[in-house]
């Protein structure tokens, strides 16, 4: 066997002495700290929410630019669209255990507005926005509640809209709930942000939207 020059024993017992140090050191370093999940933010709605009317509401919906926000902070957030054009809470009511089949952090509903137009009693509104959050709370104990209020215009009758308008700071008080005053503030009834329908927002008007959730949304997504 050839001599080993001294230079390169020298190297071959420094590898072997860091070799071992590693080893020695190895159960003491701390563990590489797993990247944050995803959470969740799901919005509950009707056409308000799905963005009915809108070129693309894939990116123009209230939702979609609350999810643009949380891109562009780099947070670790999610957002699904689970809004449903013509939606009602009943019909939110039979669906939420299928929404919620994945986990979900927050969770923002924002249905009635079909109720109050179609004339369903208030109280029948106010049982199936509860029975909507009670369940989202039985599948996922954590999640976050977030009420988006809705009002009529005057035309159906002063009874009919002041018991509507009560449902929903009812229902957030009832429920412990963070609650939306009202989701069309400053959008319901101005031409300049509506479809000429008069009664879905247009692009501007789901911006506006997106901001008057967001100030309310924005706490819930903390520790």
């Known amino acids: 066997m050839p001599k080993m020059n001294p230079t390169a024993r020298a190297r071959r017992r ?3 002495s860091l070799l071992l140090a590693l080893a020695l050191l190895s159960p003491l370093l701390p563990a590489a700290t797993p990247a944050a999940a995803p959470r969740t933010v799901v919005f509950l709605g009707d056409s308000l929410t799905a963005g009915y009317g809108l070129a693309d509401p894939a990116s123009e919906a209230y939702p979609a630019l609350i999810a643009e926000r949380l891109r562009a902070a780099r947070t670790p957030w999610k957002v699904v669209n689970a809004g449903i054009s013509g939606d009602t809470t009943a019909g939110g009511l039979r669906r939420i255990d299928w929404t919620l089949r994945a986990p979900v952090d927050v969770l923002v509903v924002a249905l009635g507005a079909n109720d109050g137009l179609r004339g369903v009693d208030p109280a029948v509104t106010a049982a199936n926005l509860r029975g909507i959050i009670e369940r989202a709370r ?3 104990p954590a999640v976050r509640i977030l009420l988006a209020g809705m009002q009529l215009p005057p035309e159906l009758g002063a009874a009919h809209t002041a018991a509507f308008a009560r ?5 957030a008080a009832a429920t412990g709930s963070a609650l939306v ?26 911006a506006v939207m997106a901001a008057t959730v967001w100030f309310l949304l924005e706490p819930l997504l903390g520790p």
Not at 167 to 171: I, K, Q, S
Not at 181 to 196: I, K, S, Y
Request: charged residues 15%; hydrophobic residues 45%; positive net charge.
């Open 14 to 16: 420094l590898r072997g």
């Open 181 to 206: 005053p009202f989701l069309l503030a400053g959008v319901g009834g101005n031409p300049a942000l509506n479809l000429g329908d008069r009664i879905h927002p247009n692009a501007a008007g789901h």
């Open 138 to 140: 039985a599948r996922h």
């Open 167 to 171: 449902v929903f700071p009812d229902v």
